[in-house]
């Protein structure tokens, strides 16, 4: 996932031009982040990047599956992040105190104009101030509106008219950014949805939301991914990852477990009925393996839930729970995915 350069260049140009003295302020007058970092131990660009389990039972393991579901977080944290950036512009401008003005781009060579409004209204909600960006073209590249008392906001991209080197396969892409703060600030949650997003990573949808609070991250979602293959190709299907997990930030450590449910289901419950074990048990016997105690064997590592730490990543899962982990915190009971179907036909657009 690129980052998006034309930004970052504008953001250095405007914080150049802001007087010394000014600069103090900045958190005063803008949100300081609009974004929550989500630790290590549970979004690491060192997990799989398909997931995908294919050709034989041996391939299955906690590993494995895990290690996509890191990746997959990492996916949807990388498309904060990007926004997280533009957000940064945006809190420059709004010191420096301008409304619009129009730069060209110096990656593809185009112009692009950026406005600010005060005082706007979507779907019944009030927002102190937006920013938009337009390619010359007039196609709407990016909006982002928002309160900063208590900070609450969103931020919607469309990576190819921001860039049009991004590629075409970028023109139905969207990133959307909700976030907001508690009053007393103890509080910060965002959700990550990600619409059409081109197949590299095998998924095309995910929405993630996380919360933080102290030390403790709560982190639930679905991403979807189109003719999902786990051991039995001939049993290709959509489907989700559906995801609970917990992070300790202080003590480096995470919890998690995940589901395969059909992108069709139209319903949260799904940790049970679509567990990983339920899942790999089915395709397992499906390419003619029959002897339990030999799956058994295979996917010892697919009970719930799984552990992980800082240094060594995955740890292991199911029943033999790792020094430091409490049964308070390997306790998801209280977590739950989005519903499958929602996120497989979810859409994202800007505002209106």
């Not at 197949?199 to 933080?212: F, G, I, S, Y």
């Not at 029943?319 to 982990?325: A, H, I, L, R, S």
């Amino acid at each position: 996932m690129r980052n998006v350069s034309l930004l970052l260049i504008l953001t250095v140009f405007m914080w150049s031009c802001i007087e010394e003295e000014a600069k103090e302020n900045v958190v005063a007058e803008f949100p300081e982040t609009f974004t929550v970092d989500i630790p290590s131990t549970l979004s690491n660009s060192a997990g799989l990047s398909a997931g995908r389990l294919k050709n034989t039972s041996e391939s299955v393991s906690g590993n494995t599956i895990y290690g996509a579901l890191r990746e997959f977080i990492y996916v949807g944290e990388e498309a904060a992040m990007v926004l997280q950036k533009i957000v940064t512009v945006v809190g420059v401008a709004h010191i420096v105190n301008v409304e619009t003005f129009t730069i060209e781009s110096d990656e593809d060579g185009r112009s692009k104009t950026f406005i600010f409004s005060d005082g706007v209204s979507y779907g019944g909600v009030n927002y102190a101030h937006e920013m938009i960006v337009e390619d010359e073209d007039g196609s709407l590249a990016l909006q982002v509106v928002w309160n900063s008392n208590p900070v609450k906001g969103t931020a919607i991209l469309n990576p190819y008219y921001i860039n049009r080197l991004e590629g075409e396969e970028f023109i139905d892409t969207f990133y959307r950014l909700d976030y907001e703060e508690s009053s007393d600030n103890a509080q910060q949650t965002m959700t990550v949805t990600i619409d059409g997003f081109p197949n590299h990573e095998e998924l095309n949808k995910l929405k993630m939301t996380v919360v933080k609070e102290g030390d403790i991250y709560e982190v639930f979602g679905n991403s979807n991914h189109p003719n999902l293959e786990l051991v039995n190709a001939d049993l290709a299907v959509d489907r989700n990852y559906a995801f609970i997990a917990r992070a300790d930030d202080a003590n480096d450590i995470a919890v998690a477990e995940v589901a395969l449910p059909l992108s069709t289901v139209e319903t949260a419950d799904v940790m049970d009925d679509y567990s990983i074990y339920a899942v790999f048990d089915a395709e397992i016997k499906s390419i003619g393996i029959t002897d339990q105690n030999l799956i058994d064997a295979y996917l010892t590592n697919a009970v719930p839930p799984a552990y992980f730490d800082k240094t060594s990543g995955f740890l292991g899962a199911g029943e033999n729970v790792p020094e430091g982990f409490s049964s308070e915190f390997t306790d998801l009971s209280d977590l739950s995915p989005y519903v499958p179907n929602d996120v497989a036909t979810l859409s994202v657009a800007f505002l209106k």
